[in-house]
């Protein structure tokens, strides 16, 4: 592992399940970057939805229905594919032209 990605020091929980508590790992990178706003429940839904749908090609079909909308000039579809495009993939998200700067 990368020691940028490691942890600068293990957190810990205890958990008392019996006679000596035991010392439980937790998650260290489920931090929102700076700059990066966190995804709305209905964002989020859409974009697991949409994943489910189309696995592994979710994030090519959002950005290739982001550059349709763009092109048609439907600003609100756009806005909605480029979300979803930059919740499954921010740096395919990054390739988008947008009239106004979409979070992603």
């Known amino acids: 592992m990368s020691r940028g990605l490691a942890p600068k020091r293990p ?3 205890l958990s008392h399940s019996g006679s000596a508590p035991i010392r439980i790992p937790e998650a260290s990178n489920d931090n929102i970057a700076a700059g990066r706003p966190a995804l709305g429940e209905p964002e989020l839904r859409a974009a697991l939805g949409h994943f489910a749908r189309h696995h592994l090609n979710a994030a090519h079909d959002a950005h290739a229905r982001a550059r349709a909308a763009l092109a048609s000039g439907n600003e609100a579809d756009f806005v909605f594919w480029a979300q979803i495009c930059g919740a ?10 947008n009239p106004r700067e979409v979070p992603g």
């Open 11 to 13: 957190s810990y929980r």
């Open 88 to 97: 499954l993939d921010r740096r395919l998200a990054r390739t988008l032209s």
